[in-house]
DNA sequence: CACATTCATAACTCTATGGTTATGGGATGA
DNA sequence: TCATCCCATAACCATAGAGTTATGAATGTG
């Protein structure tokens, strides 16, 4: 039972390993765990867990064909955080805006 | 001297209090130590260890004045955490527009 | 069937870190 | 000056988590 929580997200890319490799999944799309491991400069269960994480967080699909598993980016999981970022930098054009009404109402 | 990275970014929002406490700076405005501890659940010297964290990473500054501190969001901090995840995203429209470039090829 | 390959899980170690209490330093007020 | 207040730092503890090796389950191959 994955879920798309804010925290989730963040924690999971929070680690520098598991965010590089996110980035290989999107920029290089579909790959076997060995395709991962390989370059990944650690041991090949340390890379079956991290994708673990980020099966976790909806940030990557798994795919069984075989003996091999292909792990996929679904980049659609990054909304909430794209959705959080935006709240907090509303809030300052909220802000923002509020100063240049007053200024508006100032200059009247 | 502080480093505006992703990694740092990333890690300095992993944690949920650490989060909390930037989004109160952000909805709510600047703030003192003080304020941010109480209805923080946990002491003062972690509320203050938690916006070293923040510091650090470029999420808010810090204004002296008299014998207490005032924090405020500096949400310009997010942008390199933006940009990833438009990288992130473009090249999930870049793939999009190849398949759709490779579906009008087909149809000719 | 016997063996190899691919991945996931288990068990463990070690470090990073989030929490605590104790303390000190600078500013304020009596 | 002396006591108080606000915050930061130090020292410490306990847990989370990122890595390892060992192993097993499932699949492919001779």
Redesign the pocket.
């Known amino acids: 039972m994955t879920q798309y929580s804010p925290d989730l997200l963040f924690?999971?890319l929070?680690?520098?390993?598991?965010r590089t490799l996110f980035e290989r999944l999107c920029l290089d799309g579909e790959q076997?765990?060995?395709?991962?491991?390989a370059g990944a400069?650690?041991?090949?269960?340390?890379?079956?867990?991290?994708?673990?994480?980020l099966?976790q967080a909806g940030l990557v699909l798994?795919r069984?064909?075989?003996?091999?598993?292909?792990?996929s980016a679904q980049q659609r999981a990054l909304a909430p955080l794209v959705d959080w970022t935006g709240r907090m930098n509303r809030f300052w054009e909220a802000r923002f805006d509020d100063l240049e009404d007053l200024l508006k109402r100032m200059d009247q």
Chains 1, 2 share one sequence.
């Open positions: 924690r999971a929070a680690d520098p390993t598991r076997t765990v060995g395709a991962l491991t400069g650690i041991s090949q269960p340390a890379v079956s867990k991290h994708l673990g994480v099966k798994d069984h064909e075989g003996r091999q598993t292909h792990y």
